[in-house]
T-cell receptor, first 114, second 117 residues
């Protein structure tokens, strides 16, 4: 399949370590944020989302942190596994305006070393 | 089907040729989206349908791009007189009722890789 993220920033971690992927979003009015995982040859896969009235949300092995003051979003993956290797994108939207378009960030490649 | 299905998986077009890309959303999903993803970049929004109504087409890059969803299910993205800069992966996504936060996050298909030569 086609390659995703040939020239993206890369985070390399050892299997079992925790990973932190960061994202700076662009619009201070954005009220909804999503993290997606994209493997080569596949479409983005939903991981976790967060509304702007929250600053932290936890899922299974993943945590999203939102800092609206500095327009920063992070994704923490606990006990990273080889299957977590992929390109990760944050996305933002204006949910309350009804506009459904998502604006994606530029992405980070996560490489998990066994 | 269980997921969003797109066809063809790959398409090679000669410059100037017209192409049509198909998207079968998840059954019952009212919202359908098209995105364009250039190599090494994040997806960029093209257009959005709610049922058969095209509510937002602000991302379509030119009048050579046209999308339709006549019966509120299958959608087709058509690109006329293709140019080399149209080469990208075209992603389709669908979503359920926007009243459900779980469904506000779209489900994407695997995309159609368009190469214009």
């Amino acid at each position: 399949g086609e390659s995703v993220g040939l020239h993206l920033p890369t985070l390399s971690v050892q299997e079992g370590d925790n990973s932190i992927i960061n994202c700076a979003y662009s619009n201070s009015a954005s009220d909804y944020f999503i993290w997606y995982k994209q493997e080569s040859g596949k479409g983005p896969q939903f991981i976790i989302d967060i509304r702007s009235n929250m600053d932290k949300r936890q899922g299974q092995r993943v945590t999203v942190l939102l800092n609206k003051t500095v327009k920063h979003l992070s994704l923490q993956i606990a006990a990273t596994q080889p299957g977590d290797s992929a390109v990760y994108f944050c996305a933002e939207s204006l949910m309350d305006t009804g506009r459904r378009a998502l604006t994606f960030g530029s992405g980070t490649r996560l490489q998990v070393q066994p | 089907g269980a997921g969003v299905s797109q066809s063809p998986r790959y398409k090679v077009a000669k410059r100037g040729q017209d192409v049509a890309l198909r998207c079968d959303p998840i059954s019952g999903h009212v919202s359908l989206f098209w995105y364009q993803q250039a190599l090494g970049q994040g997806p960029e929004f093209l257009t959005y349908f709610q049922n058969e109504a095209q509510l937002d087409k602000s991302g379509l890059p030119s009048d050579r791009f046209f999308a339709e969803r006549p019966e509120g299910s299958v959608s087709t993205l058509k690109i006329q007189r293709t140019q080399q800069e149209d080469s990208a992966v075209y992603l389709c996504a669908s979503s359920g009722d926007r009243g459900s936060s779980k469904d506000y996050g779209y489900t994407f298909g695997s995309g159609t890789r368009l190469t214009v030569v």
